[in-house]
């Protein structure tokens, strides 16, 4: 395993095989489990085009092969060692499949907007299980992982349904005028990108089928932020268990 690039100052690197031929067979098992037999939290977009971008989330603890695969894998480590982070847990899986001929971007964003916790020790692993050509991989705006957080949208319809209107800064238009720098890189099965939580990210469409897990870990200074609208994904019953800035703990997020 190798990494390529710097966490600190541009909020993404990539690791080159990180995951074994074998590992990596879990993984895949574990999508297709998922597409199969989606969770009530998935969400499948088709747009005018013939392609479809399936999603899904928080699926680990009703799926063992996503389990066995999350607990196996030193991405916990990776991420660990970026965050400087002393405890590590899992905070949930997200797996994203765009299918052959999906010609619709994921659009340019912050994941941490979207979330329920606070706190700089957040990063996600972004771990495709076919082979990723430039064009269709993961894009990050290097440094703006350090602020500021701009105001989430749906993707669909725009709506500003996690912070009102004017609260937040507004993301700059980048599809008409693209940042002065973006990070990507081919990828080929085995090899992950990690990225901030607060990194603004998108992704092109896909011409081939493009299978990704994508595992969110926190370290310990990540706190739990109640918001008063349903977060993505939601966490539904987690103010019963957790105060407003507990540290995340217990079986939910299971420390790695
Ligand atoms: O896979 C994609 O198209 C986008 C991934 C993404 O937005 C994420 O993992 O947060």
Known sequence: MWIDGDFERDGAVCVRELVDPELLSLAETAIDAVVADPSPLALRASADDDGVFF???CNWDRVPALERFIRRCAGSEVAADLLAAR??????DHILVKEAATNQRTPWHQDQPYYNVDGRQGISMWL??????????LEIVPGSHLGPWYVPRSFLDHDARWFPEGTLEELPDYDRQPPA????????????????FAAVHGAAGSTERRRVLSIRYIGD???FTPRPWRTSPPFDGLDDELAPGAPFAGPRFPSL
């Open 55 to 57: 999603e899904d989330f």
């Open 87 to 92: 405890d590590l847990r899992l905070y949930h």
């Open 128 to 137: 495709p299980v076919d082979p990723v050509p430039r064009e269709s991989s």
């Open 181 to 196: 720098r973006v990070l990507g890189w081919a990828l080929e099965p085995g090899d992950a990108v990690f990225f901030h």
């Open 221 to 223: 200074d990540m706190r």
